[in-house]
């Protein structure tokens, strides 16, 4: 299984979380923006996931 971390939640964000969600084999485990409105919508379309504001805590996440 691969663990998908989106650093960016924008334009292209919501397409790229869809897309690998529906990839077999492959998990979207967490999103991070800067802006707290759009963090606010990622996580009310994928409960669960987690959402972080700062892309050091992806990079650094050993789960992803």
Avoid: H, Q
Wanted: net charge neutral; glycine share 10%; proline share 5%.
């Amino acid at each position: 299984m691969v663990r998908i971390g989106v650093i960016g939640y924008g334009y292209w964000g919501p397409n790229i979380v869809r897309n690998f969600s529906t990839v077999d084999g492959s998990k979207v485990v967490a999103v991070c923006d800067a802006r707290e409105e759009v963090l606010e919508k990622a996580a009310k379309a994928y409960p669960g996931m987690r959402i972080a504001s700062s892309a050091d805590e992806l990079i650094k996440s050993p789960d992803i």
